[in-house]
């Protein structure tokens, strides 16, 4: 394999992988206090949605600013079932996914019309970091990307630094864990699990932002293409640490790119079975594939 095609692939790999672990570490965080939402892909997909529309009316910074905005919108409808009203988790997040489909395929149409699937907006451009964007093979790869794949690089630390090193990180742990013994240490369980879903809508609605900003350059329905879905295996990949999940998102982000490298290398394997790796791996990691991984103990839990 030469230079070149290993290069290829590194950069299929990061831009693929970019949106799964902004989605997957937003997964992350709400599922460290406890919560489960099955309706990430719900939230992805209306982060497109307000990309695309925040970016025709007002550029691309304006775009991922709605990207963010839209994600949160929905995740507080998810908080507003779940932690106000108490409904399953489950259930919510099922509708809320499907609710996103309908919605934004309906409003696409009414405010892009019939037409729309040709709307083309401006994608972020690429930012080389100077040095080290010319290191052979990988460095365009790691280094040459949109400034929101390097903000996804920073989540992973950021977010592991914050869970094992502050109070409120530690605080956020003990919640999904004990909540009974969070609260008799005077945590506040019901704002913790607020302030999760909060970053948890900020940063999958980011992750839909990539898939029109930084990818495609426009919007399609259903793009999220059940990547909301692989973040949460992702999760589970990754044992519930930032880590992990950082290396599971660049594991299922290779299997994804493996078919620019079976074109480019001329294997000839069915492109199907290559195509529904992502899926088969998907599949393993919620079968328990990812070893003893212990999930936090009240996830998913109707109190």
Do not use: C
């Not at 493996?258 to 079968?287: F, K, M, R």
């Amino acid at each position: 394999m030469n230079a070149g095609l290993v290069s290829a692939f590194a950069e299929a790999t990061i831009r693929t992988a970019t949106p799964l672990l902004l989605a997957a570490s937003g997964e992350l965080i709400i599922e460290r206090a406890g919560l489960i939402n099955i309706g990430l892909e719900g939230v992805v997909l209306g982060g497109a949605f307000g990309a695309l529309l925040g970016a025709t009316h007002g550029g691309t910074a304006f775009g991922y600013a709605v990207a963010a905005a839209s994600g949160l919108f929905v995740m507080l409808v998810f908080a507003f079932a779940t932690l106000g009203m108490g409904a399953d988790q489950i259930i919510t997040g099922t509708a809320i996914t499907l609710l996103a489909l309908g919605a934004t395929g309906t409003l696409y149409r009414t405010l892009y019309g019939a037409g729309g699937a040709a709307l083309s907006i401006a994608t972020s451009a690429p930012i080389p970091v100077p040095l080290l964007a010319k290191v052979p093979v990988i460095g365009s790869a790691l280094f040459a990307q949109p400034a929101v794949t390097y903000f996804a690089y920073a989540v992973v630390p950021m977010t592991w630094w914050w869970l094992t090193n502050t109070h409120a990180g530690l605080a956020l742990r003990a919640i999904g864990e004990n909540p009974a013994a969070a609260i008799a240490a005077g945590i506040s369980v019901r704002r913790y699990r607020l302030a999760a879903t909060v970053v948890a809508g900020v940063l999958g609605g980011i992750a839909g932002g990539v898939l029109v900003l930084a990818q495609a350059g426009t919007f399609v329905e259903g793009m999220s293409a059940g990547r909301g879905f692989i973040a949460i295996a992702i999760v589970v990949l990754g044992r519930w640490n930032p880590i992990g999940v950082g290396l599971a998102a660049l594991l299922f982000a290779a299997t994804t790119s493996l078919q620019y490298l079976a074109q480019a290398t001329g294997l000839d394997i069915p492109y199907q079975l290559v195509l529904a790796l992502p899926y088969v791996l998907t599949l393993a990691a919620l079968a328990g594939i990812g070893g003893r991984a212990a999930p936090p103990a009240t996830l998913a839990r109707v109190e």
